[in-house]
Nanobody, 119 residues
Framework: QVQLVESGGGLVQAGDSLRPSCAASGRTFSSYVMGWFRQAPGKEREFVAA????????VYADSVKGRFTISIDKAKNTVYLQMNSLKPEDTAVYYC????????????WGQGTQVTVSS
């Protein structure tokens, strides 16, 4: 079982940057896929970005492509989501998640961190 703890959310203005982080622990997850999701009030949770722990291959939702960057610091077992050029529509609770490579569903989730972007 993987434990995930997010931090680094906050209140920023449109155009600002923020870098939430996700500290992972619990077992060997070097083969895992790590993802970020978000859920805005009244909306369903949506995929934001994902990265392979080993190869570093990344994938992004169209809505954040070119503005957000997902990365891993393997020495710290931490996954980051660098968010630039933030927009009010990026306001949501951001969740970190992990899954084994051949699983279609994410198996472990963090508690979430709030990101609020004011106009």
């Amino acid at each position: 079982q993987v434990q995930l703890v997010e931090s680094g959310g906050g209140l920023v203005q449109a155009g600002d940057s923020l870098r939430p982080s996700c500290a992972a622990s619990g077992r060997t997850f070097s083969s895992y896929v790590m993802g970020w999701f978000r859920q805005a009030p009244g909306k369903e949770r949506e995929f934001v970005a994902a990265i392979n722990w080993i190869g570093g291959r990344t994938v992004y939702a169209d809505s954040v492509k070119g503005r957000f960057t997902i990365s891993i610091d393997k020495a710290k077992n931490t996954v980051y989501l660098q968010m630039n050029s933030l927009k009010p529509e990026d306001t949501a609770v951001y969740y970190c998640a992990a899954r084994r490579p051949f699983r279609s569903e994410y198996e472990s989730w963090g508690q979430g961190t709030q990101v609020t972007v004011s106009s």
